[in-house]
């Protein structure tokens, strides 16, 4: 009798481990996907370019920036990162950080970076190149769709730097 309940016990032990590393395993998974759904958006803006971001966010996705509703994601490349991304002769992140929390469905980040924009010359308007250089941080909702994690929600901000 001793040996059987022993053996129940054990096998209750085992499994509960088994199914603790499976669901630390899947929040392992969902954590990397999560940043890499972010990472993805990043190096597009760095390349600046919006080409392939809106498979990165829901159709119907909200866009903050800098306290103000930019509306959904369409919109915000239409009529405010689209045309600013016309300007800049590069946009580089630096001192980047990302912490990812995931709790399927969703999924919600946090980063902290460093920008550098060098805007072009514009010999039309007389203006010269000029580095604009900003502390930001961005939060922003994930939620797994058909197996895919998609923006939901973003909001940015940031501080202008003496350079």
Same mark, same amino acid.
């Given at each position: 009798m001793k040996v059987l309940k022993f053996m129940t016990l054990l096998s209750v032990f085992l499994l509960t481990v088994n199914l603790t590393?499976?669901? !630390? &395993?899947?929040?392992?998974? !969902?954590?990397?996907?999560?940043?890499?759904?972010?990472? +993805? $958006?990043? !190096? +597009?803006? %760095?390349?600046?370019t919006t080409e392939g971001t809106f498979e990165l #966010? &829901?159709?119907d996705a909200i866009i903050f920036e800098q306290g103000k509703l930019?509306?959904?994601?369409?919109?915000? /490349?239409?009529?405010? @990162?689209?045309?600013? @991304?016309g300007h800049f002769k590069s #946009?580089?992140?630096? !001192? $980047?950080? /990302? %912490? +990812?929390t995931v709790n399927s469905p969703y999924a919600y980040?946090? =980063?902290? $970076? /460093?920008?550098t924009i060098v805007l072009k010359a514009n010999k039309t308007k007389g203006?010269?190149?000029? &580095? *604009?250089?900003?502390?930001?941080? +961005? &939060?922003s909702i994930l939620q797994k769709i =058909?197996?895919?994690?998609? /923006? *939901?929600?973003?909001h940015t901000s940031f501080k202008k730097l003496k350079i």
């Open positions: 590393n499976a669901q !630390d &395993t899947s929040y392992a998974k !969902d954590k990397k996907e999560v940043k890499a759904v972010m990472k +993805a $958006y990043k !190096d +597009a803006i %760095q390349n600046l #966010f &829901t159709p930019e509306g959904t994601y369409k919109e915000y /490349i239409s009529h405010h @990162l689209g045309p600013e @991304l #946009f580089t992140f630096s !001192d $980047y950080e /990302i %912490q +990812a980040t946090t =980063e902290n $970076y /460093i920008y203006t010269k190149e000029r &580095t *604009i250089k900003s502390k930001g941080v +961005a &939060t =058909e197996g895919k994690w998609k /923006i *939901i929600h973003s």
